[in-house]
């Protein structure tokens, strides 16, 4: 069963960094692209940064500039490096992962973790 852990949110004052992992385990298929998505409250998902299998990324505007996002492949682990942070940054941050098996898509999520930027 495939699984996505987080790890690394918590509560920051503005102008500081913070770093996201997220593990993906339980499939013998590689995984394809990995993200990072948030939620605020009241607001829709949306997406943060993304980076293909071969290291290609995308970002939001919101973040470009101040955040990174990273991958191990042989660990199939994803890493988001925010730096700079704003208030408008709170939300939940969910890891996304893709995973393409016998032509089929699938989508997984991890559990989501808080960020707070507060002073």
């Known amino acids: 069963q495939v699984r996505l852990v987080e790890s690394g949110g918590g509560l920051v004052q503005p102008g500081g960094s913070l770093r996201l992992s997220c593990a993906a385990s339980?499939?013998?298929?590689?995984?394809?692209?990995m993200g990072w998505y948030r939620q605020a409250p009241g607001k829709q998902r949306e997406l943060v940064a993304a980076?293909?299998?071969?290291?290609?990324?995308n970002y939001a505007d919101s973040v470009k500039g101040r955040f990174t996002i990273s991958r191990d492949n042989t660990e199939n682990t994803v890493y988001l490096q925010m730096n700079s942070l704003k208030p408008e940054d709170t939300a939940v941050y969910y890891c996304?992962?893709?995973?393409?098996?016998?032509?089929?898509?699938?989508?997984?999520w991890g559990q989501g973790t808080q960020v707070t930027v507060s002073s």
């Open positions: 996304h992962a893709e995973l393409i098996t016998w032509g089929i898509r699938s989508d997984y």
């Open positions: 339980g499939s013998i298929f590689s995984f394809g692209a």
């Open positions: 980076i293909t299998r071969g290291g290609s990324t």
